[in-house]
């Protein structure tokens, strides 16, 4: 089956760790995308990548880093210097080769981030 | 900077009546629309799209959307809602030749029996 995989489901921090979220797709897109969703605020772009080693700040970046090592892996790390990460991340991933976002993206399940 | 409205945060409708979720967007010229539906602690699934020809699109689930250039408006529509239905509506938008989605901040569709 193709698809994105975000793990885990669920993940707990205490203040002041770092924390990786897994992102992992198998439908060959090049373009994958971190968002983070608040309620009520709709979903927020963290940060993007068209290709392999190459990524662009989305516009809440601060207190995030990713990297993009391998075309299927998008990892996102959330830092001891983002104030408030309780929230709900999404990850998805596009063809991106038409340069442009007519390409769909598609969405992984999402993984749900509580500070404790 | 491309915008994206939703009027309404929360829309309530009994089971086999008309939905009606509105979207409405900044850009005088004509950005790329779509629409995705949320169920609760998942991720997001495309509805539909528009990004040329047609005004009238339809997706799946008997859902379908009209753009309106001269109202910046892409409000998404179902003859007879479906209990199954009940869910997140988030509308987006893309200018042309940008390579991000703007969401909107998402309508939560509540089906009464």
């Known amino acids: 089956d193709g698809g994105i995989t975000q793990s885990p489901k669920y993940l707990f921090r205490k203040e002041g760790q770092n924390v990786t979220l897994s992102c992992e797709q198998n439908l060959n897109h090049d373009a994958m995308y971190w968002y983070r969703q608040d309620p009520g605020q709709g979903l ?35 830092t001891s ?24 993206q598609y969405f992984g399940p999402g993984t749900r981030l509580t500070v404790l | 900077a491309q915008s994206v409205t939703q009027l309404g945060s929360h829309v ?23 629409w995705y539906v949320q169920y609760p602690n998942q991720g997001l699934q495309l509805l539909l799209k528009y990004t040329t020809g ?31 239905d009940a869910a997140e509506y988030f509308c ?14 998402g309508t939560r569709l509540t089906i009464n029996p």
């Open chain 2, 12 to 34: 309530s409708v009994s089971e086999g009546a008309l939905v009606l979720l509105r979207c409405n967007y900044s850009s005088s010229v004509p950005p790329y629309l779509f």
């Open chain 1, 44 to 78: 927020r772009l963290i940060y993007y990548s068209q290709i392999v080693n190459d990524f662009q700040k989305g516009d809440i970046a601060e207190g995030y880093s990713v990297s993009r090592e391998k075309k299927e892996s998008f990892p996102l790390t959330v």
């Open chain 2, 54 to 84: 047609a005004t009238l699109v339809k997706g799946i689930n008997g859902f379908e959307a009209e753009f309106k250039k001269s109202e910046t408006s892409f409000h998404l529509t179902k003859p007879s809602a479906h209990m199954s």
């Open chain 2, 92 to 105: 987006a938008v893309s200018d042309r030749g940008a390579q991000k989605l703007v969401f909107g901040q």
């Open chain 1, 81 to 104: 210097a983002q104030k408030n990460p309780t929230a709900f991340y999404l990850c998805a991933s596009s063809h991106g080769t038409s340069g442009g976002a007519t390409d769909t």
